[in-house]
């Protein structure tokens, strides 16, 4: 059986395309910032398309990835370098399945899953807790852009040197990276963007030298067939996964890659997709109130990637009329999140009390609030009529029965002319 793959392999191996060079890197090179130049730049937008980067947190190789907008968290999330010590094999010749004995040998571990996590991760003493147990959607989401960007990390090392220093030499010829992105179940999914075929796209060889940085960035560009994502999947309402798969040789008869090669992930090497969206942020309602000389006013705000993802912090309301008002007039009261637990796609709501000195006329309402990578501000505007505060430009009610009544006693008590 052993002599039996090892043929196989080499029969695949003999059927590699050509390669193309590429450096390996020491830490994240391409697509590492939010405000970075490739992704959106410097500066906060307001309106039209913003790219958010949607990072795969690994505590286990062996388990799906919870996906966020959320860095890895430096001493918390270290490279894992997790070693696949087992080759990938997998036949699709179908021979024997009519039968009910199917031949076809799957040895396919190198199937990454990174699913979609609206809510954060917490460090315990016990490990990690993933607050996203409701996986859907807060709103749909607009894809703004043909292909979407996926980065992996691998290296072809062996078995690294205890003390730290560099790993042995290794070679990986003819590395690819496949993904796709899709809602519903893997077993039945329904795509919403797909890189090219693996026997259709690039490839490079990893080469590892002691003394040399030795961790590949792999990119997939997957194409987006669908341009929206619905807010509940057509199958069972989980968001939607972004499935990864490394590979040497993929084709639609066989799977194959060697044995010895590592993924890389943490704060240097980050596992993420670059989302491209056309405004994540939106306003639910805007209520204005009048109790006496103060207005409530309240905003419904609502992230369509999870409540975490919009940053309170930058939350900023401006009233004017005549003139706009201090900041002494305006008072953040309170900011309701989700009441059932933070891992959940559900509006929040911001509720300030505005005091005017002397109200009249209309008033405007601006409110901002941006998302928590800081590139998409939401804008939210209304006005309020504010009627002219009784005893602005006239006297009250009671003033005026005084003046009415001190007139009176004076006419009574004017002396009569004969």
């Given at each position: 059986?052993?002599?039996?793959?090892?043929?196989?392999?080499?029969?695949?191996?003999?059927?590699?395309?050509?390669?193309?060079?590429?450096?390996?890197?020491?830490?994240?090179?391409?697509?590492?910032?939010?405000?970075?130049?490739?992704?959106?730049?410097?500066?906060?937008?307001?309106?039209?398309?913003?790219?958010?980067?949607?990072?795969?947190?690994?505590?286990?190789?062996?388990?799906?990835?919870?996906?966020?907008?959320?860095?890895?968290?430096?001493?918390?999330?270290?490279?894992?370098?997790?070693?696949?010590?087992?080759?990938?094999?997998?036949?699709?010749?179908?021979?024997?399945?009519?039968v009910?004995?199917?031949l076809?040998?799957?040895?396919?571990?190198?199937?990454?899953?990174?699913?979609?996590?609206?809510?954060?991760?917490?460090?315990?003493?016990?490990?990690?807790?993933?607050?996203?147990?409701?996986?859907?959607?807060?709103?749909?989401?607009?894809?703004?852009?043909?292909?979407?960007p996926?980065?992996?990390?691998?290296?072809?090392?062996?078995?690294?040197?205890?003390?730290?220093?560099?790993?042995?030499?290794?070679?990986?010829?003819n590395?690819?990276?496949?993904?796709?992105?899709?809602?519903?179940?893997?077993?039945?999914?329904?795509?919403?963007?797909?890189?090219?075929?693996?026997?259709?796209?690039?490839?490079?060889?990893?080469?590892?030298?002691?003394?040399?940085?030795s961790?590949?960035?792999l990119?997939?560009?997957?194409?987006?067939?669908?341009?929206?994502?619905?807010?509940?999947?057509?199958?069972?309402?989980?968001?939607?996964?972004?499935?990864?798969?490394?590979?040497?040789?993929?084709?639609?008869v066989?799977?194959?890659?060697?044995?010895?090669?590592?993924?890389?992930t943490?704060?240097?090497?980050?596992?993420?997709?670059?989302?491209?969206?056309?405004?994540?942020?939106?306003?639910?309602?805007?209520?204005?109130?009048?109790?006496?000389?103060?207005?409530?006013?309240?905003?419904?705000?609502?992230?369509?990637?999870?409540?975490?993802?919009?940053?309170?912090?930058?939350?900023?309301?401006?009233?004017?009329?005549?003139?706009?008002?201090?900041?002494?007039?305006?008072?953040?009261?309170?900011?309701?999140?989700?009441?059932?637990?933070?891992?959940?796609?559900?509006?929040?709501?911001?509720?300030?009390?505005?005091?005017?000195?002397?109200?009249?006329?209309?008033?405007?309402?601006?409110?901002?609030?941006?998302?928590?990578?800081?590139?998409?501000?939401?804008?939210?505007?209304?006005?309020?009529?504010?009627?002219?505060?009784?005893?602005?430009?006239?006297?009250?009610?009671?003033?005026?029965?005084?003046?009415?009544?001190?007139?009176?006693?004076?006419?009574?008590?004017?002396?009569?002319?004969?």
């Amino acid at each position: 059986m052993r002599y039996a793959l090892a043929a196989t392999a080499l029969m695949l191996v003999a059927a590699m395309p050509t390669v193309t060079a590429q450096e390996p890197v020491d830490q994240c090179s391409r697509q590492c910032d939010p405000h970075g130049t490739d992704v959106n730049g410097p500066g906060t937008k307001a309106a039209g398309n913003v790219n958010v980067i949607m990072y795969a947190h690994y505590e286990d190789i062996l388990q799906p990835a919870p996906l966020n907008t959320v860095p890895p968290e430096p001493g918390h999330e270290t490279d894992l370098r997790g070693r696949f010590i087992m080759p990938i094999l997998v036949t699709k010749t179908g021979a024997g399945c009519q039968v009910g004995q199917c031949l076809d040998v799957r040895f396919d571990n190198n199937k990454f899953q990174w699913s979609f996590c609206p809510g954060t991760i917490e460090f315990t003493a016990k490990g990690w807790r993933t607050l996203c147990h409701a996986r859907q959607l807060g709103a749909p989401l607009e894809l703004g852009a043909a292909s979407i960007p996926v980065y992996f990390y691998l290296s072809a090392n062996t078995v690294p040197i205890d003390d730290g220093s560099a790993p042995r030499a290794g070679v990986m010829p003819n590395v690819g990276l496949y993904a796709r992105l899709f809602q519903g179940a893997r077993e039945k999914p329904l795509i919403v963007a797909e890189a090219a075929p693996p026997q259709a796209a690039g490839s490079t060889t990893l080469v590892v030298v002691p003394g040399r940085p030795s961790v590949y960035e792999l990119r997939a560009d997957m194409r987006v067939v669908r341009p929206t994502i619905d807010e509940e999947t057509a199958n069972d309402g989980r968001g939607f996964t972004v499935e990864v798969l490394p590979y040497q040789v993929h084709t639609t008869v066989a799977e194959f890659a060697q044995a010895d090669w590592r993924v890389h992930t943490g704060p240097k090497f980050p596992p993420r997709m670059i989302l491209p969206l056309v405004e994540p942020l939106s306003v639910e309602k805007q209520t204005v109130e009048r109790e006496g000389p103060t207005l409530h006013y309240a905003v419904t705000a609502l992230d369509a990637l999870g409540s975490y993802d919009l940053d309170a912090s930058t939350a900023r309301l401006r009233v004017s009329g005549e003139r706009e008002l201090p900041e002494s007039a305006i008072e953040l009261v309170h900011v309701r999140r989700s009441t059932d637990h933070d891992g959940a796609s559900r509006p929040v709501t911001f509720y300030y009390d505005v005091v005017p000195e002397r109200p009249s006329g209309n008033l405007s309402f601006e409110f901002r609030v941006r998302n928590g990578q800081g590139t998409f501000e939401l804008v939210a505007t209304t006005t309020f009529e504010f009627a002219r505060l009784e005893g602005a430009n006239v006297l009250p009610s009671w003033g005026l029965l005084v003046v009415v009544g001190a007139l009176a006693c004076v006419a009574f008590l004017r002396p009569r002319v004969a």
